[in-house]
C-alpha cells in the first residue's frame, strides 16, 4: 500500500512539471538535433540557430538542407557575404527545389531579414519547414464544469 501511495505521488508530480510547462527534457540539457536547430531558427534566435547549424556542417559538409538554413540564419543576421557564400553552395550541389529556393533568396540578399511572405515561401516542403520569425499571438479561452 505505502509502495503504491509512493508511485500515485510520484505520478502526480511528474505529471505536475509538465503541466506547468516545465517538461521532463528541461531537466536536462536536451542533445542537439536538426530539429531543434530550425525550432531555434524558427522562433527568431538566429545567432544560436546559426551556431547549431554550423556544428551539423562540420559534421556533414556537403548536407546542402544544412548549408540552405545556415544561408537562412546570415540572411536574417544580415551577414550578406556569408548567406551569398551558403545560398551559392546550394544552387551548386542542391537539387532543383532547392536550387529554386537559394536563387529566389539570393535575389533578395540585400534586405535584411526576409520578409513574411517571402520567408515562408522559400523554405522547403517538408516537415521541418522554415517559418517567418514574426507569428501572431493568439489567446485560447476554454472551458469545463467537470
Known sequence: MFKNNLNKMASALCLSIVISGAGLSDLHAAPMTFQSAVAEYKAGKYQSALAMFKAFAKASPNNVTVHYYTALCH???NHVEQARQEYNFVIANGEPSFKALAEK???RLGSAQPSSATAASQG???????????????VIDFYADW
Open 75 to 77: 540572411h536574417a543576421l
Open 124 to 138: 522547403p516542403t517538408s516537415p521541418s519547414q522554415a517559418v517567418p520569425a514574426r507569428r501572431a499571438k493568439k
Open 105 to 107: 533568396a539570393m535575389s
